[in-house]
């Protein structure tokens, strides 16, 4: 009887009746087969074995006679899905389509057939020679006695014997699958018995091999014994190795030209003394040796020639990067400092860029020592939570090496490389000690001329090294390493930077990797500026690459296809090719509102604006915080509603508004937020809420608050109003001690602002709010307002 079941193609292996089998299954074409056994009752699948390893199968590609299997204990992890085989039935495929993704057989049942008299002694004997070569072969591959003759005993039939001994045979795929299609009993049995005996013999052959190793590699401890033998004789009659003692003079050479400090002259004389002492081939010698080589090779006297002319310099680093004014500014000094004083000055410099990912604090630092035409070292330090790998390992420690100072510096060849520390502020601490810690000697001035690492054990000049750190959270550095280190922020890029960097930088290069020529593909500024506000939210730019890569071989694939010769993209053309935008930022409200303002917060990602939102309800005088505010944020909130509170009457606030429950949200509720700029946003929304007046839409504000009302400084503020400016803002409202912080605005930013820094909250209220006006230092109703509630000019606040 003919049964429809979806195939499982099997590439390395074949299944036999009665035989389970656990495989992991990953082609979809295999995942879809299962999941159709699985909708059926019994859970069959039809297992055949493929004429070649391949991973899309044909029809074609499948012998004809495979087995009914049942599916059983199904586990999905992360290489695909778990299963385990339990072989049925032989059968034959009369028919094979493809449905849904996978293959699909008509299938018949194939009956064995047995001996016509299996009582015949050739049968027997057959048998029972089968079944001891099997236990033979078990035996010879490790498995215990006791187990494999409890298997064999349970199994009486001759056919389901043949089949499992089968299952097990390490044979290839096609010599299986003449097993498998065996029909008759005793022609299996025979056919069985062959390769049960070809893999004893086998593994025969296989002990006869690792018995002639071991007695060769015996006979090569004798041989390594009478060599050490014949070195000694040489060494009593004079007969050295010439090419060891060559290099020992080469070695000797190279120490003697070293200009070393006196204390390493003395402790290389020292080790040297030792070296000629100990034995050539001893462990001793060896370490010794090791050690003198690697003060060979460090650059104790050399030096790169430096580039000391700065307008070249200048034009170097503006090839390379584009803006990083202060950055650039800092480093040309350095150079003229060291043109004027002829090379004199010879200390380092220490410099740390902290910024948010992706503004180029990493190449710049490449670029830095290209333009001042020194070597350029780099070490990563994320996650370094071992003190050696600073000082590196005292040589009692098998093994031992220098630290990645010095390993850097012998990487380098010279005196006075570039160096970079990458990544300063994910250093970690361990019980091996802190490699922070370490850090202070090497980065410090005064210190650093005379470094002692724990493998070479004398002092090393790191004075002339120019180190560069880089940091993106600068709260992460210890104290005491930060004092260490001149600070240099990197602030992230307006879109108008981002535009130049793409124009001058990144479209060229993605251009040339992608093997397109300008001529065959053309961005205009408005499809990198489609990409750069709906395809990244980033303060660097590293996002806008990779987006811009995807856009260069989507053009390079239509190209390739020959579907255009050239494209040409404006900004509506970006979508159809990168999909829907994958950034949502804020945008302004369009209307004044009650009870809801607009705050400005600051990510390593870019500055963005917020919504702060209060709303009263009947209640027991509670304040509610939701948003997943952290600590310092909710303690804005509570500062704001204290003073609400206590300039309840200024503020023309009811005193039963109090009684209520205040609710106050941020959205998105998902995002965890922190810090106190919130504080003028949170008293706007309060004030806002429980007064009844709108605050205005079109003004953003941050600063941190004080119960008496003072409005407190704040950081992040230049990515705080560029992100404002993003959102269609067009009034900020700052502190007046950040009021000098606007000069690190970009001259066209400055253009689309009104800015207002205020030093209390009532100056703050005044822009805020609608209906309100600020004269000799007091908050005071417009006159409209205090005529529809019965004053003139009624006082608000103080």
Do not use: C
């Not at 590293?542 to 190209?559: H, S, W």
């Not at 309060?686 to 941190?704: C, Y």
């Amino acid at each position: 009887m003919s049964k429809n079941l979806p195939i499982l193609p099997m590439r390395n292996g074949v299944l036999f009746p009665g035989v389970s089998l656990p495989i992991t299954a990953a082609r979809p074409q295999s995942l879809r087969a299962i999941e159709a056994a699985l909708r059926d009752p019994e859970h069959r699948v039809f297992v055949v074995a493929q004429r070649e390893n391949q991973d899309e199968v044909r029809p074609e590609d499948l012998y004809t006679t495979g087995v009914i299997a049942t599916l059983s204990s199904m586990q999905r992890g992360p290489g695909g899905v778990r299963v385990a085989l339990e072989g049925v039935e032989r059968a034959i495929a009369m028919r094979v389509v493809a449905t849904d993704g996978y293959l699909v057989a008509t299938v018949v049942p194939v009956a064995e057939r047995p001996p016509l008299d299996p009582k015949d002694a050739s049968f027997v004997a057959l048998h029972r020679e089968v079944r001891a070569r099997a236990a033979e072969l078990a035996t010879n591959r490790g498995l215990p006695d006791e187990a494999v003759d409890q298997l064999l005993k349970q199994i009486t039939d001759p056919g389901r014997l043949a089949d499992l001994v089968a299952g097990y045979l390490d044979i290839p795929v096609a010599e299986h699958q003449v097993l498998l299609e065996a029909i008759e009993i005793e022609d299996r049995l025979r056919k069985v018995l062959i390769h049960v005996q070809r893999q004893i013999d086998v593994l025969a052959a296989q002990e006869d091999i690792q018995s002639k190793v071991k007695e060769e590699l015996g006979g090569r401890q004798r041989d390594h014994y009478l060599r050490e033998q014949m070195r000694a004789i040489q060494k009593e009659l004079g007969e050295g190795d010439e090419a060891a003692d060559e290099a020992m003079k080469e070695l000797k050479t190279k120490l003697d030209a070293l200009p070393l400090p006196d204390e390493a002259r003395k402790e290389v004389k020292r080790e040297w003394s030792r070296l000629q002492r100990a034995g050539k081939e001893s462990m001793e010698a060896q370490v010794i040796r090791t050690y003198l080589e690697t003060i060979a090779e460090l650059p104790w006297g050399t030096r790169t020639e430096e580039l000391l002319d700065v307008a070249t310099a200048a034009k170097i680093l503006d090839e390379d990067h584009f803006g990083l004014g202060d950055v650039k500014d800092r480093v040309l000094e350095f150079l003229a400092v060291h043109q004027l004083s002829k090379g004199k000055e010879k200390k380092g410099r220490i410099l740390l860029f902290t910024g948010p990912p992706g503004v180029g604090k990493t190449s710049i630092a490449k670029s830095i020592a290209r333009a001042m035409g020194r070597k350029y070292v780099r070490i990563s330090l994320g996650g370094a939570r071992d003190e050696a790998d600073i000082r590196g390992h005292r040589r009692t420690y098998i093994g031992a090496l220098p630290g990645r100072i010095l390993a850097g510096m012998k990487q380098a060849g010279a005196k006075n490389p570039v160096f970079l520390l990458d990544e300063v502020d994910k250093l970690g601490a361990s019980h091996q000690g802190d490699p922070a810690s370490a850090l202070l000697e090497v980065l410090d001035p005064a210190q650093n001329d005379s470094f002692v690492d724990h493998y070479l054990g004398v002092p090393f000049d790191l004075s002339e090294v120019m180190f560069i750190a880089t940091a993106n959270f600068i709260q992460n550095i210890p104290g005491p390493l930060l004092d260490r280190m001149e600070v240099v922020d990197f602030a992230g890029y307006t879109e108008r930077e981002k535009l130049a960097i793409a124009r001058s930088y990144l479209v060229p290069r993605q251009l040339e990797d992608n093997g397109l020529t300008v001529d065959q593909l053309t961005l205009t500024d408005g499809a990198i500026r489609e990409v750069v506000t709906g395809y990244t939210r980033e303060a660097g730019v590293r996002q806008l690459e990779r987006e811009l890569g995807r856009l260069a071989r989507k053009v390079t694939r239509r190209i390739a296809a020959k579907e255009v010769e050239r494209v040409t993209l404006e900004g509506d053309d970006v979508r159809p090719l990168l999909g829907r935008p994958k950034v949502h930022p804020e945008k302004a409200n369009r209307v004044d509102q009650v009870g809801i303002s607009t705050g400005m917060y600051y990510t390593p990602a870019g500055g963005d604006i917020m919504f702060v939102e209060a709303a009263p309800m009947r209640g027991k005088g509670d304040l509610i915080l939701t948003g997943q505010l952290g600590d310092v944020m909710k303690e804005s909130a509570r500062a704001a509603w204290t003073y609400a509170r206590s300039h309840a009457d200024a503020l023309m606030i009811d005193d039963r508004v109090f009684e209520k429950d205040v609710h106050i949200h941020v959205p998105a509720g998902a995002i965890p937020k922190d810090g106190p700029s919130a504080g003028i946003a949170m008293a706007t929304a309060i004030v806002s809420a429980l007064s009844g007046r709108p605050a205005r839409h079109d003004v953003a504000m941050t600063g941190e608050i004080s119960l008496s009302g003072r409005v407190l400084p704040i950081g992040g503020l230049k990515e705080k109003v560029l992100g404002a400016i993003r959102a269609g803002i067009t009034h900020i409202v700052i502190p007046r001690d950040n009021a000098a912080d606007l000069d690190d605005l970009p001259a066209e930013a400055r253009a689309m602002l009104t800015v207002t820094p205020v030093d209390t909250l009532s100056e703050a209220l005044a822009i805020t709010l609608r209906d309100t006006t600020l004269r000799d230092g007091r908050l005071w109703l417009n006159e409209a307002i205090a005529a529809a509630r019965g004053g003139a000019g009624d006082q608000l606040a103080h």
